[in-house]
């Protein structure tokens, strides 16, 4: 129960610290925000030990339900524990070639899954985990998602580490899966993807 504490608590401080990221904000709006039910959509970053997370939340659906939260079922891959399927399914990200490419076709399954979930789960704060949508170029391609759960107040998660780290554990990843790139041609090719003001402001853009 001590590890359920610490995770439940580190999304809600990961979400306060959302909150600074994004700016002023008009305190009429965080007022009637106060009472509405929460969606933490945890986009990663990649290599931040998002599986770690991930694995908890789906491990321990009992102790989140304790603390107010969720962990949605819809879209969930039961392999990797978060919410890949829901990603591809919808569109958001090219997927890798052990996947079908007939997963799309699934997607009004999918949307009115999410629909019936966030009903279910109405008077639960719920978590979506897919460190696929870092790689978002357009965070308004989340429209027909975030439709969905408009009953609710939206907070991104994003856990963030030093460039230089977060850049060279991602090459060995890519290493290790088999590619051949010299590093600093993959450098120049994904410096983008640690660039956490970009990021911030594609995120903000939706806000």
Not at 42 to 71: D, R
Not at 194 to 204: H, P
């Amino acid at each position: 129960m001590a590890t359920a504490l610490r995770v439940t608590r580190l999304f809600f401080r990961l979400a306060a610290a959302e909150l600074a990221f994004s700016g002023p904000m008009k305190i009429s709006r965080r007022e009637n925000k106060l009472q509405m039910k929460k969606l933490y959509i945890h986009i990663g970053l990649p290599k931040t030990a998002s599986s770690l997370v991930q694995k908890f939340l789906y491990e321990n659906p009992i102790a989140l339900s304790e603390h107010g939260l969720h962990y949605v079922k819809s879209g969930l891959d039961l392999n990797l524990r978060c919410h890949h399927k829901l990603v591809w399914t919808l569109g958001l990200h090219v997927p890798p070639k052990y996947v079908d490419t007939s997963i799309s076709n699934g997607k009004e399954d999918l949307l009115d899954n999410l629909i019936a979930e966030n009903t279910k789960y109405a008077e639960k704060d719920l978590i979506i985990s897919s460190e696929l949508l870092t790689f978002l170029n357009d965070f308004s391609e989340l429209g027909e998602l975030l439709d969905i759960f408009c009953n609710r107040e939206i907070l991104f998660v994003v856990v963030l580490r030093p460039q230089d780290e977060f850049l060279e554990s991602l090459y060995q990843q890519i290493v290790k899966d088999g590619s051949a790139m010299k590093f600093w041609d993959w450098v120049d090719m994904s410096i983008k993807v640690a660039d956490y003001n970009y990021l911030v402001r594609r995120i903000m853009r939706i806000a």
